[in-house]
């Protein structure tokens, strides 16, 4: 006891600063003096009477609510009506209850603090819907909250993605008169690019960085926006294929001194420069990235970077180097994901690299993660434009057994592959029993059909399909109507429009094709209005010797120049990076300007669109195909004539067209002026442009022109599909340079092709005619061991060749008789 005495009093001394004696044995602590000031003051009758009017309202209202409450008796203030807020052990409700009780009291009126407490209670609890009374009821007060709660609410709307309540919170503050604080705006620009009004919240961003001017604030105190904001409108600009818009806020955003992009913005920035075929910015971004991780330790790309840069290289064609990304980017330090294995799968199917495709889905099946419909329907529509029908056959197999939904498309595809590679009844078997069952099929289905039937020549089938078609409900869109209507036009049956109108429920899809139809051909009708100054169509800018020029890259000089930068770039890269191959590509993107995308991977449809609004440069490409098929040229001229004075722009389907019919009646200069006209007005050139090329230089027996042609475009990243093969092997075969021919052949089975029957009967003509008639024996027997079917052309390719080996056993036969008749 006196040892617990002797620690109090040295605890006294040191704490209050007075010396203390220590007590003898017989005394005791209570005896010594202590100042008043050393225990708290005994609480006021006003905190005590306080403390049970809280405890006696927390009690009432988590209990019985706002029932047995007696106004008379509870005095209100403004701190009572706080603490009662503030009380975490009662519920959001009850605090609604309480505060909409306080209202209706006639001697009480909610302030400022009341009103930003409520609403803080009410976001943070997720009463969201109860916000828009309750700024009512503070309007009607004529109560004014701060910036603050304003931006609050701003956040916790955006949060839970309810945009347009976030926008009305921004009416009411403009209502109110309360100008929101710098740090609000950042909520507001996510609010309105989320809603998709980004025109809006493009203007703000633009004020701001204007009134900004170069620094992180200014004596007016207008700061920066934010990351976040300056992101999400850069997703929407995106989003919205706002290019101009795009580049003029990342341009802005990089001028200020005080804004650095985040890992998230180098990525929204990667993926939109290269979805437009600016690669070149793509792997600066890129390499800023890296060097940026090494002078600060941030920054560092992550997966959603490799995977961005990935799919930008599938984008503009260069799927190889997207092949070498991936096995880089699996010794960086990450992991694939199943968006790598889905684009990369993508990127390969449609490059006709099977091999690559097939390797990678082994690998992301390997890892643990299991395709999905969409990775399953790219391999099945690689394989069957490869010509892999059984292996097509079998991976859909694969994808019932596992358990994967097969969808309409995955059935599409299909039939439509089927149909195109020599099993239209397989394909057509297909569709009814699809039909029976009364799943799987759409409108796509049905188009896909009635383009057979067409092709097939039967066009009674093919309109008892489309009233089938509208009998099920489905729409009957432009491209099964121009598929109907080239077939009317061959087939010389154009009566037949008027059964389409009677089929098709639509009031207005087929009446406006036939008016414009009646004004196309009643613009053809009238004299030709040729240009003032009789400037001809296609003006020449160049022969043959120019072609070499036009597909090589603009900037690429000498092969020395090139080879310097190989040496540069490859001086620059660091051995101990963890992308030295991204490194390499980022290197030469600071040399070679790959800004303007030469080669694009997908190719130019006839009709791309649906709807009416989509009929001027469809519709002038469907009828340039049916006029350039019957070898009217002057007439699909004329129409081309009208339309581009018109003002209608042409896609690289309509400069493919007329390129191949030139080329096809032997017009080669114009042909090439053709190809200059596109180069400058329709940028890149597609596998179709490249075909065209290659068949015209075979034509005009220029193989090793046309072997050049094919080598460029390999460098570009291009390649090379089934049409071209076929097109490259006739023209080596035809000027006798059979060597490369199969030499080609090897290579398009190596690439993961299947040889078709074009390419068969191709490479039995060249060998027949070549005189190497066991070599063309050798390819009908490979050719029958593939189960490809033969053609009629097949049949006259025979005939060619069982005449020439007839002649060769004559030859053989008529020089031993002269062995025998010789003395």
Same mark, same amino acid.
């Given at each position: 006891?006196?040892?617990?005495?002797?620690?109090?009093?040295?605890?006294?001394?040191?704490? /209050?600063?007075?010396?203390?004696?220590?007590?003898?044995?017989?005394?005791?602590?209570h005896?010594?003096?202590?100042?008043l000031?050393?225990?708290?003051?005994?609480?006021?009758? +006003?905190?005590?009477?306080?403390?049970?009017?809280?405890?006696?309202?927390?009690?009432?209202?988590?209990?019985s609510?706002t029932?047995?409450?007696?106004?008379?008796?509870?005095?209100?203030?403004?701190?009572?009506?706080?603490?009662?807020?503030?009380?975490?052990?009662?519920?959001?409700?009850?605090?609604?209850?309480? /505060?909409?009780?306080?209202?209706?009291?006639?001697?009480?009126?909610?302030?400022?603090?009341t009103?930003?407490?409520?609403?803080?209670t009410?976001? *943070?609890?997720?009463?969201l819907?109860?916000?828009?009374?309750l700024l009512?009821?503070?309007?009607?007060?004529?109560?004014?909250?701060?910036?603050?709660?304003?931006?609050?609410?701003?956040?916790?709307f955006?949060?839970?993605?309810? #945009?347009?309540?976030?926008?009305?919170i921004?009416?009411?503050?403009?209502?109110?008169?309360?100008?929101?604080?710098p740090? &609000?705006? =950042?909520?507001?620009?996510?609010?309105?690019?989320?809603?998709?009004?980004?025109?809006?919240?493009?203007?703000?961003?633009?004020k701001?960085?204007?009134?900004?001017?170069?620094?992180?604030?200014?004596?007016?105190?207008?700061?920066?926006p934010?990351?976040?904001?300056?992101?999400?409108?850069?997703?929407?600009?995106?989003?919205?294929?706002?290019?101009?818009e795009?580049? $003029?806020?990342?341009?802005?955003?990089?001028?200020?001194?005080g804004?650095?992009?985040?890992?998230?913005?180098?990525?929204?920035?990667i993926?939109?420069?290269?979805?437009?075929? =600016?690669?070149?910015?793509?792997?600066?971004? /890129?390499?800023?990235?890296?060097? %940026?991780?090494?002078?600060?330790?941030?920054? @560092?790309?992550?997966?959603?970077? +490799?995977?961005?840069?990935?799919?930008?290289?599938?984008?503009?064609?260069?799927?190889?180097?997207?092949?070498?990304?991936?096995?880089?980017?699996?010794?960086?330090?990450?992991e694939?994901?199943?968006?790598?294995?889905?684009?990369?799968?993508?990127?390969?199917?449609?490059?006709?690299?099977?091999?690559?495709?097939?390797?990678?889905?082994?690998?992301?099946?390997?890892?643990? /993660?299991?395709?999905? $419909?969409?990775?399953?329907?790219?391999l099945?529509?690689?394989?069957?434009?490869?010509?892999?029908?059984?292996?097509?056959?079998?991976?859909?197999?694969?994808?019932?057994?596992?358990?994967?939904?097969?969808?309409?498309?995955?059935?599409?595809?299909?039939?439509?592959?089927?149909?195109?590679?020599?099993?239209?009844?397989?394909?057509?078997?297909?569709?009814?029993?699809?039909?029976?069952?009364?799943?799987?099929?759409?409108?796509?289905?049905?188009?896909?059909v009635?383009?057979?039937?067409?092709?097939? !020549?039967?066009?009674?089938?093919?309109?008892?399909?489309?009233?089938?078609?509208?009998?099920? !409900?489905?729409?009957?869109?432009?491209?099964?109507?121009?598929?109907?209507?080239?077939?009317?036009?061959?087939?010389?049956?154009?009566?037949?429009?008027?059964?389409?109108?009677?089929?098709?429920?639509? !009031?207005?899809?087929?009446?406006?094709v036939?008016?414009?139809?009646?004004?196309?051909?009643?613009?053809?009708?009238?004299?030709?209005?040729?240009?003032?100054?009789?400037?001809?169509?296609?003006?020449? %800018?160049?022969?043959?010797?120019?072609?070499?020029?036009?597909?090589?890259?603009?900037?690429? !000089?000498?092969?020395?120049?090139?080879?310097?930068?190989?040496?540069?770039?490859?001086?620059?890269?660091?051995?101990?990076?963890?992308?030295?191959?991204? @490194?390499?590509?980022?290197?030469?993107?600071k040399?070679? =300007?790959?800004?303007?995308?030469?080669?694009?991977?997908?190719?130019g449809?006839?009709? *791309?669109?649906?709807?009416a609004?989509?009929?001027?440069?469809?519709?002038?490409?469907?009828?340039?195909?049916? #006029?350039?098929?019957?070898?009217?040229?002057?007439?699909?001229?004329?129409?081309?004539?009208? #339309?581009?004075?018109?003002?209608?722009?042409?896609?690289?389907?309509?400069?493919?067209?007329?390129?191949?019919?030139?080329?096809?009646?032997?017009?080669?200069?114009?042909?090439?002026?053709?190809?200059?006209?596109?180069?400058? %007005?329709?940028?890149?050139?597609?596998?179709? $442009?490249?075909?065209?090329?290659?068949?015209?230089?075979?034509?005009?027996?220029?193989?090793?022109?046309?072997?050049?042609?094919?080598?460029?475009?390999?460098?570009?990243?291009?390649?090379?599909?089934?049409?071209?093969?076929?097109?490259?092997?006739?023209?080596?075969?035809?000027?006798? *340079?059979? @060597?490369?021919?199969?030499?080609? #052949?090897?290579? &398009?089975?190596?690439?993961?092709?299947?040889?078709?029957?074009?390419t068969?009967?191709?490479?039995?003509e060249?060998?027949?005619?070549?005189?190497?008639?066991?070599?063309? +024996?050798?390819?009908?027997?490979?050719?029958? =061991?593939?189960?490809?079917?033969?053609?009629?052309?097949?049949?006259?390719?025979?005939?060619?060749?069982?005449?020439?080996?007839?002649?060769?056993?004559?030859?053989?036969?008529?020089?031993?008789?002269?062995?025998?008749?010789?003395?």
């Amino acid at each position: 006891m006196s040892k617990c005495r002797t620690t109090i009093g040295q605890l006294r001394h040191s704490c /209050f600063g007075f010396s203390v004696k220590t007590p003898k044995p017989n005394l005791t602590v209570h005896h010594t003096r202590i100042p008043l000031s050393t225990s708290p003051p005994p609480p006021s009758s +006003y905190q005590m009477g306080n403390i049970l009017l809280m405890a006696y309202l927390t009690k009432t209202l988590s209990e019985s609510g706002t029932r047995n409450l007696d106004p008379d008796s509870i005095p209100l203030s403004d701190s009572l009506v706080l603490q009662i807020l503030r009380k975490n052990s009662l519920d959001t409700s009850k605090k609604m209850d309480f /505060f909409k009780w306080c209202s209706l009291r006639n001697n009480f009126k909610h302030s400022v603090s009341t009103y930003s407490q409520m609403f803080v209670t009410l976001c *943070r609890s997720g009463y969201l819907e109860e916000v828009p009374n309750l700024l009512n009821s503070m309007k009607n007060d004529g109560v004014v909250v701060g910036s603050e709660t304003f931006k609050f609410l701003l956040d916790a709307f955006i949060r839970l993605g309810k #945009f347009d309540a976030a926008l009305d919170i921004l009416d009411h503050m403009e209502e109110l008169g309360t100008n929101p604080n710098p740090h &609000m705006y =950042d909520s507001i620009i996510v609010a309105l690019a989320k809603k998709n009004q980004v025109g809006l919240a493009l203007s703000i961003l633009l004020k701001l960085l204007e009134a900004s001017g170069g620094n992180k604030g200014n004596a007016l105190g207008v700061s920066l926006p934010g990351s976040i904001a300056c992101n999400a409108l850069l997703v929407a600009l995106r989003k919205g294929d706002m290019k101009v818009e795009f580049k $003029t806020v990342f341009d802005r955003l990089r001028e200020k001194e005080g804004f650095e992009l985040n890992t998230w913005g180098y990525n929204i920035c990667i993926h939109a420069f290269g979805c437009w075929g =600016d690669l070149t910015t793509s792997l600066r971004l /890129f390499k800023e990235m890296k060097e %940026k991780s090494s002078a600060s330790g941030s920054f @560092d790309p992550d997966l959603c970077t +490799y995977n961005s840069m990935i799919h930008v290289l599938c984008l503009v064609g260069k799927v190889k180097d997207a092949v070498i990304v991936y096995e880089e980017l699996k010794l960086s330090g990450h992991e694939p994901d199943a968006f790598t294995y889905r684009i990369l799968i993508q990127g390969c199917c449609k490059s006709y690299q099977m091999d690559d495709a097939t390797k990678i889905f082994s690998e992301m099946q390997y890892n643990g /993660f299991l395709p999905n $419909t969409v990775v399953y329907n790219s391999l099945l529509d690689g394989m069957f434009k490869a010509r892999k029908v059984m292996e097509a056959c079998q991976l859909f197999e694969k994808m019932v057994q596992d358990g994967v939904r097969a969808s309409c498309w995955t059935y599409n595809i299909l039939i439509d592959g089927l149909c195109k590679n020599g099993r239209a009844e397989a394909g057509y078997n297909l569709f009814c029993d699809l039909k029976k069952k009364g799943q799987f099929v759409d409108a796509v289905t049905y188009s896909i059909v009635v383009l057979l039937l067409c092709r097939e !020549g039967h066009l009674e089938e093919a309109l008892h399909v489309v009233e089938e078609m509208e009998e099920r !409900g489905f729409v009957v869109d432009l491209i099964t109507i121009t598929s109907l209507l080239i077939a009317f036009h061959k087939q010389g049956r154009w009566d037949f429009t008027e059964r389409l109108m009677k089929l098709v429920r639509d !009031g207005n899809l087929v009446p406006n094709v036939l008016k414009w139809k009646a004004d196309m051909e009643a613009s053809l009708k009238d004299p030709q209005s040729r240009r003032e100054d009789y400037t001809p169509l296609f003006p020449s %800018k160049g022969g043959l010797q120019k072609i070499m020029s036009l597909i090589s890259s603009p900037n690429s !000089g000498s092969d020395d120049g090139a080879t310097k930068d190989e040496k540069s770039s490859a001086a620059d890269i660091d051995q101990w990076s963890s992308s030295p191959y991204m @490194d390499h590509l980022a290197n030469q993107a600071k040399s070679t =300007d790959l800004s303007s995308q030469l080669y694009s991977l997908v190719r130019g449809q006839r009709v *791309r669109d649906k709807g009416a609004d989509s009929f001027d440069i469809d519709m002038v490409n469907t009828f340039l195909s049916v #006029f350039l098929a019957k070898g009217k040229l002057s007439l699909a001229c004329k129409l081309f004539e009208i #339309f581009t004075d018109m003002g209608v722009d042409p896609v690289s389907y309509t400069y493919n067209s007329i390129m191949s019919s030139f080329v096809k009646k032997g017009y080669f200069n114009k042909a090439w002026d053709v190809f200059n006209e596109m180069g400058e %007005k329709v940028c890149p050139a597609d596998i179709g $442009t490249y075909n065209v090329v290659i068949q015209g230089l075979g034509k005009m027996g220029r193989a090793d022109l046309a072997s050049s042609v094919l080598d460029n475009l390999m460098k570009q990243g291009g390649y090379i599909d089934i049409v071209m093969y076929n097109t490259l092997i006739n023209a080596l075969g035809k000027a006798g *340079r059979i @060597d490369e021919a199969n030499k080609l #052949f090897e290579h &398009m089975k190596s690439n993961g092709l299947n040889p078709d029957v074009v390419t068969y009967n191709t490479m039995i003509e060249v060998h027949s005619k070549a005189g190497q008639l066991k070599d063309a +024996y050798k390819f009908l027997k490979m050719m029958l =061991d593939a189960g490809c079917l033969p053609n009629h052309v097949t049949d006259t390719t025979l005939d060619f060749l069982a005449k020439e080996i007839e002649k060769l056993r004559y030859q053989k036969a008529s020089i031993m008789r002269q062995k025998d008749d010789s003395p």
